[in-house]
């Protein structure tokens, strides 16, 4: 299972697309990443287990770092300040691999954060990940008791948080 996102972030500043106008380069082309703004030095995450494949400056995509993970996927953090890891490591999920910054052909703080697919670029907000372990037949009724008194207790709570009261 990947996490939905290697950081904390503030807002998407730029989407997955095929065609955007580069803001230093000029001109239309893919831009095959999502890119969250947080302030330089942010904590950047593993999303999830994997051996590191490079870690350090990689041309206009400035500090990276790209890891292998399982089910033929790689993972990419570009812009980064620092890279804290380097290649050949094996990262875990939620392990701080680097830190947000500016560096390469980027217009201000960001995380640049890429997904590939058996070696083609996949929306990362799009992609279905490899499920977690489903719950155990035996622990199944356990597991839906607890669940049921968490909704419950969440209804009671933060009634504003229902999903009837979204429509």
């Known amino acids: 299972m990947f996490l939905r ?5 503030t807002r998407v500043t730029s989407g997955f697309s095929q065609a955007r106008k580069h803001p230093i380069l000029g001109g239309v082309r893919p831009h095959l990443a999502i890119d969250y703004a947080a302030p330089i030095g942010t904590p950047v995450r593993a999303v999830a287990d994997g051996v590191v494949r490079s870690a350090g400056w990689n041309g206009g ?3 990276s ?8 996927y790689e993972t990419m ?3 980064l300040s620092a890279a804290l890891i380097r290649r050949g490591e094996r990262v875990r999920q939620r392990q701080v691999i680097g ?17 590939a697919k058996q070696g083609r ?15 155990p037949r035996e622990r199944r009724r356990a597991f839906e008791s607890h669940r049921d008194t968490l909704l419950q207790r969440l209804e009671r709570e933060a009634p504003f948080a229902s999903s009837r009261d979204r429509s």
């Open 99 to 115: 830190r947000v910054g500016s560096t390469g052909l980027s217009t201000g703080p960001h995380l640049d954060y890429r997904v």
């Open 65 to 72: 770092v790209m890891i292998r993970h399982a089910r033929d």
């Open 77 to 79: 953090y570009n812009h």
């Open 5 to 9: 996102a290697p950081l904390d972030f």
């Open 121 to 135: 670029f996949v929306n990362p907000l799009a992609e279905k990940f490899i499920p977690g372990a489903p719950v």
């Open 61 to 63: 995509n400035g500090i």
